[in-house]
């Protein structure tokens, strides 16, 4: 080593972020992390949603260091601490075979990191930006230090960073499991299934504000955790039974079940918010014009068509089994009562996956502004238009979990000096 003090190793991951169909509000432990209640989550399309983070290590840096979107933050909190004191831990020898000579590097827990994550999505406004950065982060350092531990082990450091963290460390549908031994140890996530188990499942997230939440969830958490009683009523009579009857749905790709149990358990979420002293508000009056929507468009259909879930923000995700006129039908009614800005360009209106806006037919502003009336329901549907309220619209899938990205020229670290490129 004393020899090598020039030498940086770096590793480049993405990790998707997720949704949670069954929610957990409240911490048993502040310090652990450690949820009060499961929570059942659908990870996310990372070629959609994704944060992207490349760490390096080398005996020539002086602390630890971290560069969040490009600027250089603190790393005082205790979050980032537990898990950067977890993962080294674990740290093995890496070999390294550079210039053709292969050699052990010695003690990589021992020597400080550089770190720089980017997040493509808004963060702190309800899209679970800092869950799935923790977990980006975790798994990088995991993959640079040469961790042998199973995810298991990293779902469990990486929720010491966020309690929703855990269930981006898999892809499909995941469980977030609560306190059970009181040091924690048992508080990890698993895979319930795998992304190509319901791969007709589409996601749709309407963004409706990008602006830093008023509540952060660590606060909103604790103020609820000490003033709801209805919070206790939840994690201990309702969410139990629901996991089990969701855990069935996703088995068996039953997605009226899914549907219901996916509305009651957001509207709960957030009826729990409210009982909150002072009350909490995530939602805004656009957030619940979507939900009226979507009640109304159910009931036309005669049985759950579409399901939304709302976390702590605004935003909705919007989930549907994909049928050949239901898409297509449902997102023409979203474009109608929900147009863009004038200035808005169609690619800016829909990211993701784009083929829906084929489906619906809709090859320009103009084919937009051209609905006239909603699409036809049994229900009588408001004609009114909320024209910018929602951004943009992100198109979905469900996903597989965090992976190493081979390709050097994406890594954010300069490999030569260890800093931001």
Excluded at 47 to 67: G, N, Y
Excluded at 111 to 128: E, K, N, Y
């Amino acid at each position: 080593m004393a020899n090598a003090e020039k030498w940086v190793l770096t590793v480049t991951a993405q990790t998707p972020t997720n949704i949670a169909v069954i929610k957990y509000w409240g911490k048993g432990d502040e310090d652990l992390i450690l949820p009060i209640n499961d929570s059942i989550s659908v990870t996310l399309d990372p070629d959609h949603l994704c944060t992207t983070t490349s760490v390096a290590v080398s005996p020539a840096f002086t602390h630890d260091r971290m560069w969040l979107n490009g600027k250089e933050v603190s790393l005082s909190g205790g979050r980032f601490q537990n898990c950067l004191r977890e993962v080294r831990s674990c740290a093995n020898d890496v070999e390294d075979e550079k210039e053709g000579v292969l050699k052990s590097l010695k003690g990589l827990g021992d020597l400080h990191v550089h770190m720089c994550p980017t997040i493509d999505f808004p963060t702190a406004a309800g899209l679970a930006s800092s869950a799935a950065g923790l977990a980006c982060l975790v798994f990088s350092l995991a993959k640079l230090m040469n961790v042998k531990e199973d995810h298991s082990r990293l779902s469990a450091i990486a929720r010491q960073g966020s309690g929703s963290a855990c269930r981006s460390l898999y892809g499909g549908f995941v469980n977030g499991s609560f306190l059970k031994e009181e040091n924690g140890s048992d508080s990890i996530a698993v895979q319930l299934a795998d992304e190509k188990h319901w791969d007709d499942l589409v996601i749709i997230i309407a963004v409706v504000s990008s602006r830093q939440k008023e509540t952060s969830s660590t606060s909103g958490m604790r103020e609820t955790v000490e003033t709801s009683m209805l919070l206790q009523h939840r994690a201990k009579e309702v969410v139990p039974e629901r996991i089990i009857q969701m855990e069935e749905a996703i088995k068996n790709r039953d997605f009226p079940a899914f549907a219901r149990l996916t509305c009651a358990d957001s509207n709960q979420f957030h009826a729990v918010c409210l009982d909150t002293l002072p009350p909490i508000f995530y939602m805004n009056d656009t957030s619940h014009r979507i939900i009226s929507c979507v009640e109304k468009w159910n009931c036309s259909e005669g049985t759950p068509q579409v399901a939304y879930t709302f976390d702590a923000g605004p935003k909705c995700r919007i989930n549907f089994t994909q049928t050949e006129k239901l898409l297509p039908n449902f997102f023409k009614g979203c474009s109608f009562h929900f147009p863009p800005n004038s200035d808005t360009d169609l690619n800016s209106y829909v990211i993701g996956d784009q083929t829906i806006l084929q489906d619906a037919g809709i090859k320009d502003l103009k084919d937009i502004e051209a609905l006239s009336t909603p699409p036809e329901t049994k229900e009588n549907l408001s004609a009114q238009k909320y024209r910018g309220d929602v951004s943009y619209f992100i198109c979905t899938k469900p996903g597989r979990g965090p992976a190493v990205v081979n390709d050097e020229s994406r890594s954010l670290i300069n490999p030569e000096f260890g800093l931001p490129k």
